[in-house]
């Protein structure tokens, strides 16, 4: 399984961007995917994830109402829409693949990793 995250960049605080990550190797609907992302000096945290189908998405509390994850199964590709950034968003952003429907908050939900894409909020 192969991931390739991309779509970071620098941005003013209260911008937007849209991470995309790629997926090939498996059947993509049949798994949840999630996006973390790790500040300097900090632990990997959960960002966002969504079930295989796209009908269930959960967000940590410090981006819900900010950031949509979606999916589009037929093109093996599931987002991460970040509206109104702030300066702590700025992290490396990972996705990830789960081994089933529920990945979960935790990184040991999940089995596969992208490479990561830096996103930069400026102030």
């Known amino acids: 399984v192969q991931l390739q995250a991309s779509g970071g960049g620098l941005v003013q605080a209260g911008g937007s961007l849209r991470l995309s990550c790629a997926a090939s190797?498996?059947?993509?609907?049949?798994?949840?995917m999630g996006w973390f992302r790790q500040a300097s000096g900090k632990e990997r945290e959960f960002v966002a994830a969504i079930s295989g189908s796209g009908t269930t998405t959960y967000y940590d509390d410090s981006v819900k109402g900010r950031f949509a994850i979606s999916r589009d199964n037929a093109k093996n590709t599931v987002y991460l829409q970040m509206n109104s950034l702030k300066p702590e968003d700025t992290a490396v952003y990972y996705c990830?693949?789960?081994?089933?429907?529920?990945?979960?908050?935790?990184?040991?939900?999940?089995?596969?990793w992208g490479q990561g894409t830096e996103v930069t909020v400026s102030s």
């Open positions: 190797g498996r059947t993509f609907s049949s798994y949840a």
């Open positions: 990830a693949s789960s081994s089933s429907d529920y990945g979960g908050r935790r990184i040991y939900g999940y089995d596969y």
